[in-house]
């Protein structure tokens, strides 16, 4: 049975974009949430989006300088209650 996965971004951001790349290995139901801080482009970090993106995970943030659907922190504490694991990095 598939499980529901949050990734919450905060500090190690490439880590954590990676471990949501990895999370979709198992075809459970994978979601981002990018908090506070606006995610700097490189290499990496624009391959895993991409990759991310490919993969139809959700990506959302709280910071409008970030170009995914935006939900304020009240909103993400909620959706957050909904995932059977939430990962924070």
Do not use: C, W
């Not at 989006?49 to 995970?57: A, N, Y």
Request: charged share 30%.
């Amino acid at each position: 049975m598939a499980k529901k996965i949050a990734i919450l971004v905060r500090d190690r951001k490439h880590e954590a974009m990676r471990m949501a790349v990895g999370a979709t290995l198992l075809n459970d139901e994978v979601s981002v949430f990018i908090m506070d801080d606006k995610l700097e482009s490189d290499y990496d970090m624009d391959t895993n989006i991409q990759m991310l993106g490919d993969l139809k995970v959700k990506l959302y943030s709280n910071n409008p300088e970030n170009q995914f659907e935006q939900k304020s922190v009240e909103e993400i504490a909620i959706m957050l209650a909904e995932y059977d694991v939430v990962i924070p990095y």
